[in-house]
């Protein structure tokens, strides 16, 4: 799943509460003595104070002794990031990324082969923007745009350039054919004039 190998590093290495200054806290909910839920904090000191902080919370939901949601946290307790196994096959699926301890931005594995193909975007805890990977490519041909939550219009790339040549509007049900420039920039994609619309942050 996507994310900076360094960050998502930096995190699993909190999660493991190894050194001074961190305390872990394991959980047995089914009493077979092997732990389901582990929680790691840290002691964070700032202005002259200490305190203990949450950074990481695992949890085994399925108790196969492998973990399926592991949510990491600020240094102020807040969630960054989640990521979820919906199979339970070991592999994560799926990711929410947290801003102001909303999902701002969620990475979707929906044939659990390893490669997101589904990209959702949220504002006030409302889906504004989905986009989606249906060849399986590894990048966005199909754009949903989303006004209060409902579907507004939908943009598709049927050539592979990564620009939208067709919009379908849900409301009237028409189409219209998105102009494209006649030079292609490498990297362009989306909204067909210059992309940033339909692909800005993800894919």
Known sequence: ???TAQSIEDDRMKCQGEGKGYKVENLDLNHDTVPDVKKVYATITKYDVEKEVMICREADLNFDGRKDIIRYFSD???PLREELDMDFD????????FENGKVVKQEMDTNFDGLVDIWNYFAEGQLVR???DSDKDGKPDIWEHYT????????YDVDGDGKVDRW?????????????????????????????EATEEGG
């Open 1 to 3: 799943m996507k994310g």
């Open 168 to 196: 379908e509007r849900s409301e009237e049900g028409e189409e219209e054919v998105a102009e494209k420039p006649a030079e292609k920039e490498e990297g362009e994609s989306g909204e067909g004039e210059s992309g940033e």
């Open 76 to 78: 102020e307790g807040r």
């Open 148 to 155: 209060g939550g409902e579907l507004k219009r939908i943009g």
């Open 130 to 132: 989905a986009e989606r």
């Open 90 to 97: 070991g592999k994560i699926d799926l990711v929410n990324y």
